[in-house]
């Protein structure tokens, strides 16, 4: 069996079936969920880790060195965001050919020590650097979540209930556009572009909403649709999301006025989060975060197929083609 048959997740519910063996009862949330979650010394600690690859996950020659190093921690972060945690110290692998100018990379570490100042005050602790044929770029982050009666404060994506709202913290789509755009030959200075590159992780959303009592979230890094698709899953539920209520941005709307809701749905790599909950405890969250863009989507539902069901305004279910990103599927 091929990586590309079973898809990648496929592949990491095998992954799960071998090394989820003899786990540690200090480990709180394993593999599955979007960051690990583990006792150590008293705290609850957060880690996740993420790779980049050239022409997989960045355009060589169009994604600018500085922009690249950005993207790298930023995404780790917003699955620290994801978690409820907070980010403290990063460690940064990269692989490169011997070519690589230095300049380059000197770059892409100015980009990464932005996003670690900005982002969360992380330190870069240390990495590994290794020759190989193509560029690669692989950053791990551990963090801290704050606990209430020796409970972690955290947001898992087994935390929906049926009744439960579903929100996100933001515009969805404008990374997606932003891709095409920079395959089009857009310069890296435009807005939709800028959202493919310099993605910003929802941290204080995370935090203040495990701090609310929330439960549950996700990041979209892989489409809405497919994301809300792994709390449906992890949680048991279905989902009912409403097409209209999904925030889009003007500049979106006007590039691709057709595919907007498409792009929104099934893009990906905006790092906006997804929350579920109670629907006083949602709204008290995005107007404490101060989310403008931010929008109540829909509601979680009871389904044995875990499905999540998109609706058009007169309540008619919308399908796409696929419903996001997978790693081994193209
Ligand atoms: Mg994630």
């Keep these: 069996v091929k990586a590309s048959d079973l898809g990648e997740f496929g592949l990491i519910a095998r992954i799960a079936a071998v090394a989820g063996k003899g786990a540690s009862e200090d480990l709180v949330a394993g593999i599955g969920d979007d960051a690990a979650v583990w006792l150590t010394g008293g705290e609850y600690a957060v ?16 994604s ?19 978690m409820g945690g907070w980010p403290r110290f990063a460690l940064v692998t990269l692989c490169l050919p011997p070519d690589t100018a230095v300049e380059d990379v000197e ?14 005050g992380v330190t870069i602790a240390g990495g590994d650097t290794v020759r190989s044929a193509e560029f690669g770029i692989t950053v791990a982050v551990i963090g801290r979540a704050d606990q209430r009666d020796d409970e972690p404060l955290i947001l898992r994506r ?13 515009h969805l789509g404008d990374a997606a556009a932003g891709l095409r755009r920079l395959d089009a030959g857009a310069d890296t200075d435009d807005p939709l572009v800028r959202a493919h590159l310099l993605p910003r992780p929802q941290l204080a959303a995370g935090a203040i909403a495990a701090a609310n ?15 809300l698709g792994h709390i449906c899953e992890a949680s048991g ?3 009912v999301v409403r097409g209209p209520d999904i925030p889009l941005s003007a500049g979106l709307l006007a590039a691709y006025p057709e595919e907007a809701l ?14 579920t909950g109670p629907e006083h405890l949602v709204r008290d969250t995005l107007q404490e975060a101060d989310l403008e863009d931010a929008a109540v989507i829909g509601e979680v539902a009871e389904d044995p197929s875990h499905a999540v069901r998109l609706l058009d305004e007169h309540g008619r279910d919308i399908t796409f083609g696929r419903p996001g990103w997978d790693a081994f599927r193209s």
């Design 237 to 239: 539920v279905g989902a």
């Design 213 to 227: 009592g929330l439960r549950c979230a996700i990041d979209v890094s892989d489409g809405l649709l497919q994301d």
């Design 262 to 275: 498409e792009l929104a749905c099934t893009g990906g790599e905006d790092y906006q989060l997804v929350l």
């Design 64 to 82: 600018p060195w500085w922009d690249v190093g950005w993207k790298a921690l930023a995404v780790n972060i917003s699955d620290i965001a994801a």
């Design 107 to 120: 770059a892409l570490y100015e980009g990464l020590q932005s996003a670690a100042r900005i982002c969360g």
């Design 47 to 62: 880690a996740t880790t993420d790779t980049m690859v050239a022409g997989v996950h960045f355009r060589p020659g169009l």
């Design 158 to 170: 087994s935390g929906a209930r049926v009744g439960d709202v579903i929100a996100v913290t933001g």
